[in-house]
Each structure stands twice: as C-alpha cells, then as structure tokens.
C-alpha cells in the first residue's frame, strides 16, 4: 500500500446511513417476464448478441451480431445505430413506443488491460431534438452487460407501471419485475438494488452489481439523464456516472423503468477473450506507466480531474460567464480546481472502470446537502467535473459548494448537469433584461448568481411543479425561445441569437466567438452542440494552425471521425491526449499524439484478431458517423438549416460584449470592412456590433461549405449515395433510395447550392455545383 | 511573431517570460524557434531575439 493510503476496510465515507426494509421493498416485486437463456462466451470482445426487451408486450428475445453488423457498424454506437434503424421510423419521437433506448459496449470495453476501457454508448431519439442522441458514460454497467453475454441491450415499448429489468449473469435469466416501492432518485434507489441483487452480502458482492437509473427530475425535464453506477468498495457507497446528453434518462422514465440491474458472477478481468492477450497487455503497460509518470506534470488529472481546465479556461477567455457573455470573470478563482481538490477525498485512487490509472473520477465525500428533500444529509457527490463547475461560471455562482451542491441533485434527480446549467444561465438573462420577471417565473428571483432561486427551480421542477414557466424551462432553451416569443414578451432576435442551443440541445461550456473552427466543432455536429466530435479552439484561436477554411474543414473531417471511434469500442476519450507522451512534441503531428493513435490501432487488433491500420480505424469511425447523419435527415433534420448555431456562439450579441473585447473586435472590423482603425474606434458601437454580426453569420456559412464539402456531403449538408457506397454501404438499398429522393428534392427546391457568400479573394470549395456526383 | 502574430518584441525575453507574458498557462504547449524544438528545461534560459518567428503550440486535450 502507498504511504499514506489506508485499507478499504478502514474507510468510512461518514455518509447519512438509510435504514429500508429491503426485504419487503424487494417482496412487493411481481415478475412479469421471465427468460432464461444460455450465456455466449466472449470471444475477441464480442458476445455476439444483443438482447431486445419489450415493455409494452414483456417479450424478451436475442438478436444475432453478424459479421456484416460488424464490418459496417464496428461495434458499440454503431450497433446502437443498426439496431435503431431496424425499429424505428421517421417519425418516431421520444416518448413513441417504438422509440428505442439502446446501451451498447463496444468490443474493447470490459478490457481492463488499457485505461478508459470501460464505457457504454446509449442512444435514443432525444426529447430535445427529435433525433438519436449518442451519449458516452463510464461505471460498470456496460461492461456487466457484456460479461451477462450481450454486445447491447435494447429497450422498446413502455411499461404500465414501475418495473425493474435484471439481467441476472449469474444464473442466466432476466426478469422484468414490477416496483412499486424503490425510490426513484439515483443516490437511494441505486443503493437499494445494489443491496438487493447482489448475491452475498459483502462488499465484493455488492461490486458485481450495477444498476442504471435516473430520478424525478428526468420523469419532468427533457434533460434525463443515464446515472449508471459502480459500487465503490472503499466508501461503501453506489458512485456514479452520468450519460448525461439529449435526455435519454427522459426516456428511461417515459418507459417506466425504475432501474435496469446487471450482475455478473465472477470478474477476471480478462472476459473479453482477447486474440492477443500479451500484445494487448503490452500496449496498456506503457499507457499506464506514462500516466503514472507524466500526468503531475501535464494535466494532473489524478488529483482533481477535469476540473483542472477550470484555470486554464479563464486564462484564455474561454470559460462561460453568465450565459456565455463572457470567457473570464474576476471572481473565477474562487473556483478554480484546487478550490475542489480541498472538498475531494483523496487517497483513493479513483477510476470509474478497472484499470484507469488516469483515475479522474473524483468525490466529495460527506458532503453536507444544504436545500430541498435532502437537507441535512450526508452524501458522497460524484465530480464536479469540468463541465458542472463551467455551468457554475455560466450561472455566475462563484462558491465550489453551491457548485458541488447544484452537482448532487441534478445527479439524483438524473438531470445534465451541461443542459440545465446553461438553461438557467440564458434564463437569467433573460432575467435581467425583463424578459423574464419574478412573475413570469413563478415567483423565481431567477438573477444572475441566486443560488436560492437555482436550487428551487431544480426541486420545483423534480417535483412535478405545474407552473407554466417551471414546465416550459424544464424542457430548454429551444421550448422557451418559442414560448417568449409567442408571449411577445422581448425583442425576437434578442431571445434567439443569446440561447445557446442548437437542434434543440443546450451548449457544453466553452466559450467559442473567436474560434470559428469551433463554431462548426459545435454546429456541424450529429446530435447538437457537445464538444465530444471536435475540440479546436486551441488548434483554430491560439496556435493559428487551421487558418484557412480549408485547413478548418480538415480539422472538422478528421477530429469528429477519429473522436467517434472511441464511441465504437467503448473506450474513453481522456487517456488519449491528456496526457501524452513525453517525446510527443517531436512527432509530425503532436495534436494527434501518433503514438496514442498506434496504441489503438494495436489495441483493436490484439483483442479483436483484426488487422486494421490507421487509416482503416478512421474507416470505421467515417462509416457510423455518415450512417447517423444519413438517419438524422432520414428524420427530417441533419440538414444545414438543421446546423444553424445561436450568435451569441459566433460572436457579440450585445454592446456590453462587444465593449468587453474592444481592441480585439475593433482591429478585425479595419481589416473586414478596410477602414484605418483610428476611424473604427470612433464608430458607434451598436453599428460595429451590426457589421460584426452580418461578416461573422457569412463566415460559418463558408466554413459549413467547406465542411460538407470534405465529408462527402451535398451543400444542403446531406450524405450522397456515392459516398456511402465508398463506405460499404452498397447494399443497404433502402438508405441508398431514400438519400438519392432526398438529393433530387433538394435540387428542385434549390438546396443543392453554397450558402456563404463569396466575395473578392474568397473561392467557393469546387468550381462544380453538383461536385457530389462525379466522386 | 507568435503563431504568426504580430508580438511585440523585448529585449531580454526568455521563453518562461514570454509565455508568462502571454498568459498561456496551459502545462501541454510546444515551443519552437524558427521551427527549432525547444525543451522544456531551456524555457528559463532561452533567449528571444528581435524577429524570431516563435510556434507555441497548445495540445487539444480538454473536452
Ligand atoms: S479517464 Fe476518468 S472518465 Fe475516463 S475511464 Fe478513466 S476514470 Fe473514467
């Protein structure tokens, strides 16, 4: 043991301890469904089979992974996009009942040999934007799925009543039972089934169960979320980790699902049967030693996880600051990551799978709630990560408890921290402005920086409130945009160009007006604006390495397609660059980290026996993340229109932002409209804000040009048979039939054409309006 | 020039200076001198001369 660290034995979280009568919680269940089945040995990362449950009849079958399924969909989110298209229609909405919500594992997750190896991607089409959401979340529930003998888990229809799915690996059976009396939020209900379905009582035991959950507060917002657990047998408590984008914990509870258990009945560690088992140890020693060495140095992700960009954020202008007005604020250090690290337990190394030595999971143990249901308690809070402590900035709430007490609830009320965070930050300024009042709210004094007014929102809101703004905020920017407008209630273009949502999803927590890569890392997106597909303000704003459009369009072609692939294996992001090794800035392209790059391309084929190289692990990225832009305008979006972003992303909504960064805007203004800078100073300001808006709303749709342009898409942003024939999608006749009508209705309504503008020096990407068809 | 941005210049700038000078605070950067590598342990010492063209390059990370 490492000096300082104290046994697992001897640690007591000193959490508030329930006292449930699990006995008779657990009798109340009736078993609806029962299917026993013979449990697939994993072979090379597969199950090679995915389970479909039904609610609405409590059919339960297995479907087959065939090898076609993983030659085009590779594994993980692209199975989940496989099996949607095969049960959904176009227009199938959340709350339908055909609406499918899919877990899926990936074939490298469950490995414990390379860290971020445990992650599950669930789908679903979102509340929010009426297409399929992806969204990645650690714990151990996806990787149990996969030992229980399933590359996935389907869920189709919708219960009557409260019901519990178990998938029981142990014995080989899962069982849809009734739950009448469970809690319902996460940090209680997930104790509760952990307790019950585990098969001893002890702590090994209860770390063989995971349970998915979300609380009151997804049965009331679109903004559900996925709370997957993982026993933490040192604090003794059911830790978390959030699938926290596009509400599809909303679908969880619309389909009347309390919890869905997993339990397996050994751990190795060596269950997905690699082909290479030495290579694949090989690979992961040297990642786990590089962590273990570089990571003080570099990110320090060990001691306070993400929430070490809180810092660096504000250095570069780039934290959001009430409601993305502003990239830094003189009152940020007050919650800068060490702030946290004082509130986090450490001495426990803290992975949300086995095997992470990166071990950014973070906790505040015994933390002291301080509102609603729960006051009084003693609870153990997972995180706050980057993002939670972002929407602190974004809600101007400068005191790290208020942050990591926001954090608990919208946990246990399975709530995204990310949506409903800059959701009430565009509330209070709609606030300030008049346009929203404490009348209007509900009697909430909902001001920049009331944590009070925060905190009763979220209760009122878990709580089933009925008042008109309480339900309407509940469902985000988006409804709320319509909602003030259709009250007459503020300027409109005000009310549309400062909420930060697109395709109906709130922002992540990054400030992007200067980076226009970034805009289109958060425009040009499948499922909405999370930074998961690209992250360039560094490579766009600060190093200046992306300076044309066209570099910019290479950027947003090859980070989103290298990003997706995590998604298809089950691995986590983090491991990739932040960290790096330590001759990495001597490599030909450090932003990539070459030799992150080979470690997966040698990881896939130590587990898998496939033989892919580089180019081909982009393949497989390029062919899921085509297949979902086509699924999306299957549904009637994914098209530019569908890309659209607010300005307030682009650049200066008002004078006070545009007074803010004076200098900066005022010299760009001389060189846009080539005016001597002594003349722009002295213009008025509302007039520059104007000339800033027209020339910025035309370069993102430059930058859209060149992008669809790069991926293979028509300029109305629609994926052409061509190209998914390149992908190997030839055979799929009915996508390949309906994206070609889709073509054509373009081209009679005049959308087959560039939408920026070109003028002076500035090319259109390809002389050919119709460039698409010769490729 | 700092990624190919007018900086101004001062006379007895090391790279640790500079970099403090331009807030970048980020701990994963990379820092060439007319497209020389430079260590890290050379940050302190390094001097800056008039119309260096000076590459600091961020890492993604982050997201
Ligand atoms: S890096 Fe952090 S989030 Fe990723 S798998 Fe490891 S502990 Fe989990």
């Not at chain 1, 076609?68 to 009942?97: A, C, H, V, Y």
């Not at chain 1, 990560?385 to 208020?402: F, H, I, Q, R």
């Not at chain 1, 998961?532 to 072609?557: C, G, R, S, Y």
């Not at chain 1, 084929?605 to 390029?622: C, M, P, R, Y």
């Amino acid at each position: 043991m490492v000096k300082g660290q104290f046994s697992w034995k001897d640690y007591d979280a000193g959490n508030t301890k329930h006292e449930w009568d699990l006995q008779k919680i657990h009798a109340a269940h009736k078993v609806l469904t029962e299917f026993k089945y013979d449990k697939n040995k994993i072979e090379k990362g597969f199950a090679n089979k995915t389970l479909y449950i039904n609610l609405t009849t409590n059919e339960i079958k297995e479907k087959p992974v065939t090898d076609d399924m993983k030659k085009k969909f590779t594994g993980g989110r692209g199975f989940g996009l496989k099996l949607l298209w095969d049960s959904i229609q176009p227009d199938t909405r959340w709350n339908s009942e055909e609406n499918d919500l899919v877990i899926t594992t990936g074939p490298l997750c469950g490995s414990t040999q390379y860290p971020g190896s445990g992650k599950s991607l669930c789908l679903t089409v979102s509340p929010s934007t009426n297409i399929v959401c992806d969204s990645n979340v650690g714990g151990y529930f996806g990787p149990y799925l996969k030992f229980c003998g399933y590359d996935a888990l389907e869920i189709q229809g919708k219960a009557k009543e409260d019901v519990i799915i178990a998938i029981d690996g142990e014995a080989s059976v899962i069982r849809i039972e009734t739950a009448p009396l469970e809690e319902i939020n996460t940090h209680l209900v997930s104790e509760q089934l952990t307790y019950m379905y585990s098969s001893k009582d002890d702590e090994r035991s209860r770390q063989r169960v995971s349970v998915v959950s979300a609380g009151h507060g997804a049965e009331n917002s679109y903004w559900g979320c996925l709370n997957f657990s993982f026993w933490d047998i040192r604090r003794k408590v059911a830790r978390i980790k959030q699938a926290g984008r596009g509400g599809l914990g909303t679908v969880l509870r619309d389909k009347k699902i309390k919890g869905i258990v997993a339990r397996v009945d050994k751990f190795t560690g060596v269950e997905n049967a690699p082909e290479n088992p030495e290579a694949a140890a090989k690979v992961g020693t040297k990642i786990q030693k590089e962590i273990r060495d570089l990571d003080r140095y570099q990110c320090n992700m060990r001691q306070v996880g993400t929430a070490h960009l809180v810092e660096i954020m504000d250095a570069y202008d780039l934290l959001p600051c009430e409601n993305y007005r502003f990239g830094s604020f003189p009152k940020a250090p007050k919650i800068y990551s060490m702030k946290f690290f004082e509130n986090f337990t450490r001495v426990i190394p803290d992975g949300c799978w086995h095997g992470c030595t990166m071990a950014c999971a973070k906790t505040v143990d015994s933390f002291e709630v301080m509102t609603g249901p729960y006051k009084g308690h003693k609870v153990t809070v997972d995180g706050p990560e980057y993002e939670t402590v972002g929407c602190g900035a974004n809600m101007s709430l400068w005191d790290p408890k208020w942050i990591i007490e926001f954090n608990f609830y919208c946990d246990t009320y399975g709530i995204d921290t990310i949506s409903s965070g800059t959701a009430i930050a565009y509330y209070m300024e709609m606030f300030e402005y008049g346009i929203l009042n404490k009348e209007r709210c509900g009697g909430l004094e909902l001001a920049f920086g009331n944590f009070d007014a925060v905190m009763q929102f979220l209760h009122r809101m878990a709580d089933g409130d009925t008042n008109e703004f309480i339900k309407v905020a509940a469902k985000g920017i988006r409804r709320v945009k319509d909602w003030l407008k259709s009250k007459n209630w503020g300027d409109h273009q005000l009310i549309e160009d400062t909420g930060m949502e697109s395709k109906g999803l709130e922002y992540s927590e990054y400030v992007t007006k200067e980076s226009l890569a970034m805009q289109g890392g958060y425009g040009l997106t499948l499922k909405g604006p999370q930074h998961d597909e690209a992250w360039l303000i560094f490579m766009d704003m600060v190093n200046n390495q992306i300076p044309t459009f066209k570099d910019k369009a290479e950027a947003l072609h090859y980070f989103p397609m290298w990003r997706t692939w995590f998604g298809l294996n089950g691995l986590c992001k983090l491991p990739w660059n932040d960290v790096e090794p330590a001759n990495n800035a001597e490599t030909d392209e450090p932003s990539k980290v070459p030799e992150h790059l080979n470690n997966y391309v040698e990881y896939q084929n130590a587990v898998t026996g496939w033989n892919i190289n580089k180019e081909e692990l982009i393949l497989q990225s390029e062919r899921a993340y085509n297949w979902q832009r086509a699924l999306n305008v299957w549904m009637g979006r994914g098209q530019r229109r569908d890309d659209w972003i607010p300005y307030r992303s682009m650049g200066p909504v008002t004078e006070l932002e545009y007074v803010s960064r004076q200098e900066r805007y005022d010299k760009q203004l001389a060189e846009i409209i080539n005016k001597p800078l002594e003349e722009i100073e002295k213009m008025d300001v509302g007039k520059k804000v104007k000339l800033v808006y027209h020339h910025r709303q035309n370069q993102y749709q430059i930058l859209s040009d060149a992008v669809y342009m790069r991926r293979g898409w028509t300029q109305n942003g629609v994926p052409t048979p061509v190209k998914m024939k390149q992908l190997g999608f030839g055979d799929e006749q009915k996508m390949l039939d309906f994206l070609a009508k889709k073509i054509q209705e373009d081209e009679e309504n005049g959308l087959n054409d560039w939408g920026g503008v070109y003028s002076g020096s500035e090319e259109k990407p390809s002389k050919e309006r119709r460039y698409w068809e010769s490729w | 020039m700092i990624n190919s941005k007018e900086v101004i210049w001062k006379k007895d700038e090391t790279i640790s200076l500079l970099l403090k000078r331009m807030n970048f605070v980020f701990p994963m950067i990379v820092v060439k001198i007319n497209g020389r590598l430079i260590k890290k342990d050379k940050y302190s010492t390094q001097l800056i001369n008039d119309n260096d063209e000076i590459s600091v390059i961020h890492m993604i990370s982050g997201g």
